[in-house]
């Protein structure tokens, strides 16, 4: 008898699955900078920045009381989705119900996970976009539902194809994600595709799940809308959103879902099995950020433009092909002529010279040929790793 033989047998739904990329690239980075190797990461959607002062005094405030440290109603205290619903007011011009509309997270991630959990059985499809964050197609997997890609292509300015969907598709496909702005590629939607989306919804009956991480990281006088403003959209829609990157919270893990009241409802059912929600300052703390002063907010996106504005000029002397993204943070630049692996292009890249890319390809086969930036790293940092990419590209 093998007294080694584990006893251990991996679910079969996630016996297949690989560690997250970052995991893996974290293990890789700590191997070379083991070794002495000055890596500078410009891969992970982290900003680097704190959040305003204020919020932080908030956090520090409400931790030193001594009754703010039992459970809390899972799902965030009604005084924090009130928050969620004034910000949508004050933000969007969108009437939420507090109590039936709106819901925390423990950061947007969790809730798009347990949304797909909620709504998809074995074989019902999804309709995931490609590239797009790889959340939306592990989620899928996990449920046991069927993917059905829909191609981001330049040509179409990273838009979903909605006609180009067959029919057979629509008939058995239950959730569609979108994402704007748009992680990885950058790229915004036009208010009237949001009300195309929403009338083709209700034509198709699939329920629309909208991730808007980066709705307030906007460049050159763009602001980015949200579908709710669309008449009718939340009987078929649900938002996802996040203080992550608004409020420069990454760390903290505070989200929101917000929209069809009934998704809200189950989604709130299968955390209570899960989670047992939020420390109570750090709920406050998203209170302050959500209703308080919103004028840091353009300063700190004049820096991420910026540094943007640094990236691009360089890729493009090194060769690659970029869009000017008008939100977000990151670039998504296709790789020079004599390039075609972004997986073996990144590897290289960080073993000769420390810096950090993300392989497009990690975002879907519709992302091959293309490698994404994030700005989350300080300007000086980020300009260096940009002459270090430059100077191998050119040597």
Known sequence: MNQNKSIFRPAERIASFRPYFFASLSQ???????????VIRIDMGSPDLPPAEFITEALITTARRPDTHGYTPNGGTLAFRRAIAAYYANRFQVELDPQKEAIALLGSKEGIFNLTQVCINPGDIVLVPNPGYPVYQSSTQIAGGQIYPMPLLRENHFLPDLDSIPEWVLERSRLMWLNYPNNPTGAIAPFEFFEKVVNFAKKHQILIAHDAPYVDICFDGYKAPSILQVPGAKEVAIEFNSLSKTYNMAGWRLGMAVGNAEVIRYLHTYKSQVDSSHFE??????????TGDQTWLEERNQIYQYRRDIAINGLREAGFTVETPPAAIYIWAHLPEKYTDSTAFCSQLLEETGVSVTPGVVYGKHGEGYIRISLGVATDRLKEAIDRMINWIKK
């Open 28 to 38: 890789k980075i700590a191997e070379l900078k083991a070794l002495g190797k000055d």
């Open 281 to 290: 300052a750090i709920l406050q703390a998203g209170i302050t950020a959500l």
